[in-house]
């Protein structure tokens, strides 16, 4: 049975309507276009080095959980869609999720995974995405005629952890 080692929880700003969970020693400039494609059939993608999660919005903010488990452990309860398991390997066992040109989410900078250096499984979860995207939709087709874009962009912000994941990372040891 697999044990919960530690849990990060966070709130994340999508920017470009994506949010990245990236070992600390990746370089940006490669490899993001697979994940990002993958991530657009699938809600998550995986180049190996980089996990990239589509969110329903770009501005409404999403709540986060990462569980860091011992082992792979089973899908979480009732209430959670799209179970998607991606592989992301490390060279210090740390990652960071990332919101693009706003940098590193807030408490979200540096999260050990437990076991060092290596090859993790991630399996991400959502719930909310569509009323959180229907939510969004009617508030700025509320505002369409409107020039007070301020007040629209501050009332998508307040959907603020409608759209959740839950993303549970384990060690991959291999036979």
């Not at 020693?25 to 699938?42: F, G, N």
């Amino acid at each position: 049975m697999a044990r919960t080692l530690a849990q990060h929880v966070g709130i994340v700003q999508p920017d470009y309507r994506m949010f990245e969970i990236r070992d600390r020693e990746w370089d940006p400039t490669i490899d993001i276009p697979e994940a990002i494609v993958q991530s657009h059939r699938q809600v998550a993608g995986s180049s190996g080095r980089v996990i990239v999660v589509t969110t329903a919005d770009w501005l409404a903010p999403c709540h986060l959980t990462i569980d860091v488990h011992d082992e792979q452990p089973p899908p979480p309860g009732e209430g959670w869609h799209g179970r998607v398991v991606l592989p992301l390997h490390t060279q210090e066992g740390v990652v960071s999720v990332n919101q693009g040109t706003l940098g590193d989410a807030a408490g979200l900078e540096e999260i050990s995974l437990g076991a060092g250096p290596g090859e993790y499984g991630f399996a991400v979860h959502h719930r909310g995405r569509e009323e959180a995207r229907r939510r969004a939709d009617a508030i700025r087709e509320a505002a369409a005629d409107t020039d007070d874009e301020e007040d629209t962009i501050a009332a998508v912000k307040a959907l603020a952890g409608i759209e959740r994941y839950l993303i549970q990372v384990w060690p991959v040891r291999h036979a």
